[in-house]
């Protein structure tokens, strides 16, 4: 697909996206590909003080406000870390564009249109060449959410609203099935999921 391609890892709170995207680091390192990575919101320092003000647990700022944070993160994010890596780097992303349309369209409801035109306005004709996205069943999830230590201020919302973001989630990848693979820890062991994803891996850097 591409020597230095763009890929994002996507799902809500302990989907295990974060694990799958360790463990594509890891045969990256294994096999000396030159990677970047980084989470949004977060990223560039300004963007880790721009994910500090969203998610910390004291924060009191609305949902428009966390709107407008996450999409200074993302240009920062753009013009620091992407633009300046994309021809010579795989780059690896914890959360991108899709994650907006997940929980501020289908989880909050926020304009879908406005979402989109911020995305385009932000990326040009910049688009990740794929996407894995990460799914948790309800028993597994409210499971582990409640053994999580460092909980932020998205970790505390009822699971209607998670299960409202994973089927968006879900309803963007159906749409664009060559460009995502939806990895399902409820199906499949994590043996089995490590094996898709690497295989995944070496088809798109072929
Ligand atoms: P995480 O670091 O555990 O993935 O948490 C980041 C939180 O930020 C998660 O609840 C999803 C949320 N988020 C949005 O609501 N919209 C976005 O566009 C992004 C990137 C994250």
């Given at each position: 697909m591409s020597k230095n391609p763009l890929i994002v890892f996507e799902g809500i709170e302990t989907s295990g996206k974060s694990t799958n995207l360790k463990k594509t680091i890891k045969y990256l390192k294994e096999k000396k590909i030159k990677y970047v990575t980084f989470r949004e919101?977060?990223?560039t320092y300004f963007s880790e003080h721009l994910r500090s003000l969203m998610l910390n647990k004291k924060s009191k700022l609305n949902k428009k406000t966390d709107l407008f944070l996450l999409m200074a993160s993302r240009s920062e994010n753009i013009d620091k870390i992407i633009k300046k890596n994309f021809t010579n780097k795989v780059i690896l992303i914890d959360r991108f564009i899709d994650s907006t349309l997940a929980y501020?369209?289908?989880?909050?409801?926020?304009?879908k249109d406005l979402i989109l035109k911020m995305n385009n306005f932000l990326l040009g004709n910049l688009k990740p060449n794929f996407t894995f996205l990460s799914v948790v069943n309800k028993k597994n999830m409210l499971q582990r959410l409640k053994f999580r230590?460092?909980?932020?201020?998205?970790?505390?919302?009822?699971?209607n609203f998670y299960n409202k973001v994973q089927k968006g989630f879900l309803r963007i990848a159906n749409k664009n099935k060559s460009k995502y693979l939806i990895l399902d820890s409820n199906k499949d062991s994590l043996k089995v999921i490590e094996n898709k994803l690497i295989n995944q891996i070496k088809k798109i850097l072929k």
């Open positions: 919101p977060g990223g501020q369209y289908y989880g909050m409801r926020m304009d230590k460092n909980k932020n201020k998205y970790d505390h919302f009822k699971y």
